[in-house]
């Protein structure tokens, strides 16, 4: 009988995506079911009994980590668990000691392959899902910090990921021009090395990626803009308590709210 997976994840693309190259390194698997939250997840695992779940830990509602404790207590067939994540630049000994499996976003090719070979040699030889109440526990906890949401003794973050053009970039955080809020993604601005403009979406929130960075480095300016200081050329007053911003090398103007004008006061 041919393995099953459900997959759980919030945004239709990514889940989209992440089918379509499970097809491609492993035909055998049947993808029996696509779902938007954790909710939805639990009660899919309930009803079919996958042998694997693809689960987004960030989901609305119910979170990945919460809905994985939940479906390790349904009676019945277990299920492999994979967490989908958008962090990796924090040690999670859950994952580093291949106790759990996860992915990073955006999921590559390389390290989806990597994970389907664990995944088939557990199946092989029957191995038992590992649903540890206390590795979840620490799990959701480090996500937790990873998310900025605790843990303020963390490192600034130094790198930014993002697919641009179909490839992964590791962009150098104090080459960000700045950042600015798209619904649930943040679009991140910066400088190439030859001085050259550049964009990409990313899906974190910029709340969360805000609480990452160096609050020396970056300020937040207006409730969907977070702006390099380093590289503000200028900052033009307006008649209304506002403001605007001029970067180096950029032809935006970003506005200044009045929450956040007293910030340059001195400028």
């Known amino acids: 009988m041919n393995p099953r997976a459900l997959i759980a994840d919030d945004e239709p ?17 049947q993808i029996v079911a696509e779902v ?29 980590v919460e809905a994985a404790r939940q479906i390790a207590q349904l009676p019945g067939r277990q299920t492999h668990l994979v967490f989908v994540t958008a962090f990796e630049q924090y040690a999670l000994q859950a994952f580093e000691h291949g106790v ?7 999921v590559t090719p390389t390290r989806l392959a990597e ?56 962009i150098p955080v104090e080459a960000i021009a700045y950042l600015r809020a798209d619904t649930k993604y943040t679009l991140v601005a910066w400088r190439e090395d030859d001085g050259s403009s550049a964009e990409a979406l990313i899906r974190l929130p910029l709340k969360e990626l805000l609480a990452q960075l160096d609050g020396t480095q970056f300020v937040q300016v207006h409730r969907a803009v977070v702006v390099n200081l ?21 032809p935006e103007r970003l506005p200044v709210s009045r929450s956040y004008l007293h910030l340059f006061r001195e400028m």
């Not at 990514?14 to 055998?28: F, G, N, Q, S």
């Not at 649903?131 to 600034?156: C, F, M, T, V, Y």
């Open 115 to 170: 994970t389907v070979r664990r995944l088939q040699a557990r199946l092989d030889y029957a191995q038992a899902p590992v649903h540890s109440e206390q590795l979840l526990q620490q799990l959701a906890a480090q996500l937790a910090r990873a998310a900025g949401e605790a843990s303020p003794g963390l490192a600034p973050l130094r790198w930014v990921r993002a697919t641009v053009a179909g490839a992964l970039r590791m």
């Open 100 to 106: 759990l499996d996860y992915l990073v976003k955006p």
């Open 36 to 64: 938007r939250n954790g909710r939805e997840a639990i009660e899919q695992v309930r009803l079919l009994q996958p042998e694997l779940c693809f689960l987004d830990v960030h989901m609305p509602g119910l979170s990945g």
């Open 13 to 29: 693309l990514l889940r989209e995506v992440l089918r379509r190259r499970l097809a491609e390194l492993w035909p055998a698997l």
């Open 230 to 250: 380093s590289l503000i050329q200028s900052v033009l007053r307006g008649d209304n308590e506002t403001a605007e911003i001029l970067l180096k090398g950029r």
